[in-house]
């Protein structure tokens, strides 16, 4: 079942050849072949024995594979040597329309390296004798894993100690920048060792790791750290920056626009400033007279750093104060980007002031007192 979950399509295309009249006859074989590797990921087969999947065999599926992948380019007027895995996957969809829900039992043509398994090479001899100290504790990888980076931080304590005995520590050490990834996931860390671990282990594993990080001179780990980290895909760049424009004295300036529930903003920010505010043509203490309010529209320039530095000129309607300060406020935190880098930009769009707020009010249903509220119960 296993191997013909690669073959289900590779080898069909590859006995098909450049002949695209067989497609009728392709799908008729391959409805009764269908099959699904759910099973594969839900359960590591390797696990069972060694000798499980062979070199061999998956060298064999690799070879049927780059056979059908080059028929199918063929068969799609494409050419073969750059035919990539999402030009795969659009023509088996083209070719072999499905209409079962679960995508994962569609027909598929995946290499065997995302098909198959990782498994574990042969931890014993011919004596019988395993070949690891750690073999007889079930996870041999993860303790390996651990002892190696306790033995880091033993390491980097020792050598941090011997530098403050000689008086050579220094207070502006950077630590390790973390910001721009994550901690791998469990499933993520069980196919780098291979083994299947508890969320307990999980959890330790963590928590060396970060006592790992936070140390002064981890730098010197920064490698071995960022291995067990996934990279974080930087969203500031797709965030849309308005061009900055300039005046007729001179001064550039930013326009952005924000809502919240019913209020709609527009607001234009001016460089060179005095760090006035207006909303409507009038002073913001006096539009807002809620403390609350004000501190929500001059939090993205106290965030940015940029108070008594740029002018604000707000127009604002519909809704109440608060809503109204949420849609000044969403405005001139997109009106800043253009007077920022991105490193900025991406800080600002972590702390959420870029992220609009979807939220309204939830009106009142017909035979109760309010949108959740209900009348009083009375028996009679």
């Known amino acids: 079942m296993a191997a013909s979950c690669v073959r289900t399509v590779g080898s069909l295309l590859g006995k098909c050849g450049t002949c695209t009249s067989n497609i009728n006859t392709i799908k008729s074989r391959l409805s009764r072949q269908i099959c699904s590797s759910s099973a594969l990921h839900r359960k590591n087969l390797a696990a069972a024995g060694p000798e499980k999947f062979t070199v061999e065999f998956i060298q064999k ?65 011919e004596d019988g004798r395993p070949f690891h100290f750690l073999f007889y504790t079930g996870k041999q990888s993860y303790y390996s894993l651990m002892h190696e980076t306790y033995a880091k931080i033993l390491n980097l304590e020792r050598q941090q100690d011997r530098l403050r005995a000689k008086g050579l520590i220094s207070s502006d050490t950077k630590p390790l920048s973390l910001g721009t990834s994550r901690w791998i996931i469990k499933e993520e860390l069980e ?129 109440g104060r608060s809503s109204q300060a949420g849609a000044v406020r969403l405005a001139i935190a997109r009106a800043l980007l253009s007077f920022l880098s991105d490193r900025e930009v991406e800080n600002m769009r972590q702390a959420g002031l870029l992220t609009p707020d979807p939220r309204l009010r939830e009106r009142d249903k017909p035979g109760q007192a309010g949108a959740r509220k209900k009348y009083t119960w009375k028996k009679r």
């Open 61 to 125: 599926q690799v070879e049927e594979f780059n056979i059908g992948k080059r028929h199918l380019a063929n068969m799609m007027g494409e050419d073969p040597e750059n035919f990539t895995q999402e030009d795969i996957d659009r023509s088996i969809a083209y070719l072999f329309p499905s209409g079962l829900f679960e995508k994962r039992s569609r027909p598929l043509m995946k290499h065997p390296e995302e098909i198959f398994p990782r498994q574990r090479a042969v931890q014993w001899g």
């Open 191 to 319: 196919g780098m060792l291979v083994e299947t671990i508890t969320d307990h282990d999980y959890k330790r594993f963590l928590q060396l790791m970060e006592r790992l990080a936070v140390l002064p001179q981890a730098g010197m780990e920064e490698s071995w750290v960022l291995r067990y980290r996934q990279q974080l895909e930087a969203q500031a760049s797709k965030q849309a920056v308005p061009a900055l424009q300039t005046d007729a004295q001179g001064r550039a300036y930013s326009t952005a626009e924000g809502r919240r529930k019913t209020s709609n903003s527009s607001v234009i920010l001016r460089d060179a400033g005095s760090g006035h505010v207006t909303v409507n043509g009038a002073d913001l203490l006096s539009y807002f007279p809620v403390f609350q309010d004000r501190e929500q529209v001059m939090f993205p320039l106290q965030f940015a750093g940029v108070l008594g530095r740029l002018d604000v000129e707000a127009e604002v309607r519909g809704g």
